[in-house]
Every structure is written in C-alpha cells, then in structure tokens.
C-alpha cells in the first residue's frame, strides 16, 4: 500500500516560516508529479503547488512567491518551503499525487498564532 507521510507542521508565529516533508515509495515519486495540499477548518481541502519529474514547478496564484515547492529523488522526498505566514495558512498540510486517487496521509498541522 503506498503511504505518503508528512511532517514539518508545527505553531509558528504571523510572519514566520516553516518547512514541510513529505515522503512516499519510490515508484510513485519517480512516475508521478507531486503536489501539496491544505484543509483549513471548515473549508475544502485545495491544492497548493505541484512539482513534475523533471523539476518543473506550478503554484496555485495565492501562493505564488510565498511557497516554494521543492523534491529530492534521492529521498523520495517533496518539501513545501513556507515564508511570510499568515494565520490564514493555519490548515492541515497534505501530499499527493494530483488527480490520482492514492489514499491521503494524516497530514501535518500548521498552525500560525500570535
């Protein structure tokens, strides 16, 4: 069964940064692009950024310039860089594969309070 397992989450102050994790098997990493997504409270969960094979990265307009979207094929590993955050961006953070049905992991929690 293919897992995707996130870490990073954590309480950050307005204005701070954190960095998530999201590690999966290898034959899903080295086929599929990978992407990020969130769940506020009470809100769908919506895509953030994806990342192709080859590198090639995409951002959701809102999070352009704030998130980067990064990989390590020798990891098996996607990494979200988050700078500037608001408490808007407090949300459970997720991986996985856009438009493929792979079961989600727990995810991460971000929380940003003063």
């Known amino acids: 069964q293919v897992q995707l397992v996130e870490s990073g989450g954590g309480v950050v102050q307005p204005g701070g940064s954190l960095k998530l994790s999201c590690r999966t098997s290898?034959?899903?990493?080295?086929?599929?692009?990978m992407g990020w997504f969130r769940q506020a409270p009470g809100k769908q969960r919506e895509l953030v950024a994806w990342?192709?094979?080859?590198?090639?990265?995409n951002y959701v307009p809102a999070f352009k310039g704030r998130f980067t979207i990064s990989r390590d094929n020798a990891k098996n590993t996607v990494y979200l860089q988050m700078n500037s955050l608001k408490p808007d961006d407090t949300a459970v953070y997720y991986c996985n594969v856009p438009g493929r049905a792979i079961p989600w992991g727990q995810g991460t929690q971000v929380t940003v309070s003063s």
């Open positions: 290898n034959s899903i990493f080295s086929t599929y692009a």
């Open positions: 990342i192709t094979t080859r590198d090639a990265t």
